[in-house]
């Protein structure tokens, strides 16, 4: 079987895949991914770097180095787009892609949404500090979800930094990007549904 290569959002880490992959296990193998500047991977000293088509030349890395000649890719938001071009590039390697929360087209009212939240830094005292604040940044996307919800969801985004603190688990530099003239331009995806 191919490899289920795990690519997560912008925000987001290879943890956004852990219980699909203990579901998984013994069936194929399974890679999730922490793009630069989150989660277990380095923060880059140009901020700069934190564009698709560096992420792309990483995971084209990722695949050499792992030896993955076959894969099909489980997609959220940027790792859905990432996996798109990926499809243009790599299409005789792809077995397929399954894309959540993107599309080809990326609507202005969903870049808007990234421009106003990437970036924004959270530093809690404690795990319920942190589910209680991004219950009120996130109220109207899961307006049902209650504390243990927004609990599992900060355990999926931040982390227990040095001092004690409750953090972000990615370099709020990545929406420096989103600040240059046509950082949203890229490529026409819809060619990658073609041969995806």
Known sequence: RPTLLGNPGLTRTARDFEGLGARLAGQCRRV???LRGRGDSAWPKDSLTYLPLTY????RLLLEAAKIDRFAVLGSSIGGQLAMQ????????MAGAILNDVGPIIEPAGLARLRANVGRTGNWPTWVHAARDLAVRNCDIYPDWGLAEWLAFAKQLCWLGPAGRILFDYD??????FRLPRADAGPDLWAALTVM
């Open 86 to 93: 990926m499809a243009l590039n790599h299409h005789d390697a």
């Open 172 to 177: 709020p530099r990545i929406a420096e990007p």
């Open 56 to 59: 792309l030349a990483d995971l």
């Open 32 to 34: 999730a991914v922490d």
